[in-house]
């Protein structure tokens, strides 16, 4: 990058910094939007599928849920730093693309994202993994892979914060929380913006598959590292 066009973006940071106390969101540093070093890192990031307890489906994963990708997350949802959508969203695309590299192909591809809460989507003021899947569909149909959402799934009834659980609980907790409503023909994969159990994917797949329409695939933004150093949901 020459001096003419990386001067703008530094004074730029340095103005948000020293004005608005501006940072970046994935390392603290003063900066206007996701300084540079950030965005390289995010750009190395190669899509992988990953081991997820009880998918019988591929589940592919931009990344790990730690440093970067963990802080970009919990600055989308819990900061309102509604400007990563664009971000994030590209990111959960690469992950569809590539859980779909061996599913074969020839039809529209249906992103259905695991519901959030309503009580959450109350409290943001955004149902934040819809808000995903409607970028990551953009930016697949740009590319010449045609996608659209379908908000197929919905609670059947009244689940506790998934955050606030251990393994165990959270399977409990979202077992036949979900049922799937009546939806077009499609390629359908589940998409959400993280894994850590994969209790909430084998959920929307349980769903989907309950009224004929079997997801293909699960696509996330990041998983949990498992602690025997399998990435996993």
Known sequence: MDQDSWLPGRLADAAASLLLGAVCPGCERPSARLCLACRAELDALVAETVDVRGSTVPVAAAGRHEGLLRALVIAYKERQAWWLRDVLGALLAEAVARALL??????????????????????????????????????????????????????????????????????????????????????RVVVDDLTTTGASLAEACRALAAASLSASACAVIAATPRRDGRRAG
């Not at 149902?127 to 409607?134: G, I």
């Not at 606030?164 to 009546?182: D, H, I, M, Q, T």
């Open 102 to 187: 061996d599913t074969g192909g020839g039809r529209e591809v249906v992103l259905v994202p695991v519901p959030s809460l309503p009580a959450s989507v109350r409290a943001r003021g955004l149902d934040v993994t819809r808000a995903l899947a409607v970028t990551a569909a953009r930016r697949l149909s740009a590319s010449g892979l045609p996608a659209r959402v379908e908000s197929g799934l919905r609670h059947a009834r009244t689940v506790d914060d998934q955050a606030e659980l251990g393994e165990s609980a959270r399977w409990r907790n979202l077992s036949g929380a979900l049922v799937a409503k009546p939806g077009r023909p499609g390629l």
